[in-house]
């Protein structure tokens, strides 16, 4: 049975109720993260010898050495030449997709010279090595592949490591079919903590990487923060969210499988849906009980809607706009007439889904902008994965005799104020009267 929450913006306390059902801890505890840092100080120490024994112990293997875990170049290429032709259509086209957005992220190097010729820049370069973490097993995400190996690759880096467990010895087609349309370079099967220590600080047979992203469950996570600082990673991620902002005028079915859309994945998702019109959401409310029943997550779906989802009657559509930012979500869905000319209401979320006819799911899978987006009402201050995040940036500085001139004074002051001697006479000594006189 679904009892969803009903939440009304003029009830005095509604901001309270709200912060209360956006409210949610990491279950990572103390227990986790003592594991997660034993784990990681082992494959320091041991490299490739404690692959091979956690991934006996953990996912129910009894492989001998490292080679077993390399997946070759060819395991890949038969994956993909096994797959149905509709499910290699499919994702060929996705993969096309997202390549063709995320080129038009990428940002360039420039330069400029001011009058005096100094010459002043950034330089644009690709990161050396990333690692991707594929979820495996019975979860099998060849959509996250793409979505995290294609923007590096269009970053233009050298080299991308792959690690996916394959508990029972069952690695996933779609996953490997995915990894060769992406480029993916080395594949590993091996997972969780172990998996992430490897990236980080690299064995005798898995390269070091540079930064490390992908998603996994709260060990991987776990393990993500801890090694953070030694290598880069793309984010901490929470429950997957949708919120949906709706008129009234959109089919109540369509919109209650949108918000299914979210709560299937796991417990812990959270989908909520904004209104002015009270009707409407009995209306939603009612398609959901309905359609609940003929879904076959439908005990992951009842659990998250009864637990993290709401139904909200707001005065307007101001007011939606209003929660919306207030809630900053993953997803967020405008299901309203002229959705562009409510745009420039949008302050916070990782992805905008405008108009009745864009279901969040196209976002997840082909529409081409990156599923990878910040949980937990951090789009008020990040962004959703892409071309940058692959990318370094940095400052080119060039001073031309008399730029050195102009600048040196500056500095020599500035520094001379911090009590800073040295970085004071160093700039002090290019300046021309300086000069001159030496």
């Known amino acids: 049975m679904l009892e969803i929450k009903r939440l009304n913006s003029l009830e ?12 949610w801890e990491s279950v990572s505890d103390e227990q986790v993260s ?17 692959l091979v024994d956690y991934t006996n112990r953990f996912d129910r293997r009894d492989v001998i050495s490292i080679d077993d875990l390399i997946v070759p170049p060819e395991r890949l290429q038969q994956a993909l030449n096994s797959l149905e032709k509709n499910q290699r259509v499919s994702l060929e086209q996705a993969a096309t997709r997202v390549r063709d957005y995320h080129l038009r992220q990428k940002q360039e190097s420039w330069q400029y010279t001011e009058a005096d010729g100094t010459v002043l820049g950034q330089q644009i370069t690709p990161l050396d090595r990333a690692g991707l973490y594929v979820p495996g097993g019975k979860a099998a995400y060849p959509s996250s592949v793409l979505m995290n190996a294609i923007p590096a690759k269009v970053a233009g880096v050298n080299e991308i490591i792959m690690v996916v467990p394959a508990p029972d010895n069952l690695l996933n087609n779609m996953v490997l079919a995915a990894a060769a349309i992406a480029g993916v370079d080395k594949v590993f099967s091996i ?4 998996a992430v220590a490897a990236m980080a600080y ?17 060990y991987v996570a776990t393990a993500k923060s801890m090694v953070f600082g030694a290598v880069g990673i793309d984010m901490i991620a929470g429950p997957s969210e949708i919120l949906v902002i709706c008129d009234g005028e959109t089919d109540p079915e369509w919109i209650a499988m949108d918000l299914f859309s979210q709560a ?7 989908a909520i849906l904004v209104s002015p019109n009270a009707e409407f959401l009995d209306a939603v409310q009612n398609s959901m009980s309905e359609l609940v029943q003929q879904m076959p997550r439908s005990d992951i779906i009842r659990t998250s809607i009864n637990q993290r989802g709401a139904l909200i009657h707001v005065e307007s559509l101001e007011q939606a706009f209003e929660v919306a930012n207030y809630v900053a979500p993953e997803h967020l869905e405008l299901s309203i007439d002229e959705p562009k000319q409510w745009l420039p209401k949008v302050k916070h979320a990782g992805a905008i889904f405008m108009g009745r006819y864009t279901a969040e799911a196209l976002g997840d899978y082909c529409a081409g902008p990156n599923h990878v987006l910040p ?4 789009a008020r201050f990040s962004s959703p994965l892409g071309v940058y995040d692959f990318q370094k940036r940095s400052s080119i500085i060039m001073c031309s005799e008399e730029g050195a001139d102009k600048l040196g004074q500056i500095a020599s002051t500035l520094a001379h104020s911090e009590g800073l001697t040295a970085h004071a006479r160093s700039a002090e000594f290019r300046i021309v009267q300086n000069l001159l006189e030496s």
């Open 12 to 23: 005095p306390d509604f901001w309270h109720q709200l912060d209360a059902l956006l409210a």
């Open 34 to 50: 003592f594991a997660v840092r034993d784990i990681i100080q082992t494959v320091r120490q041991q490299g490739d010898q404690a």
């Open 191 to 194: 997972g969780g903590a172990q």
């Open 202 to 218: 690299g064995t005798q047979s898995v390269p070091r990487v540079d930064k490390i992203v992908g998603p996994g469950n709260i």
């Open 264 to 270: 299937e994945h796991d417990e812990q998702a959270q």
């Open 375 to 378: 949980t937990s009402r951090t």
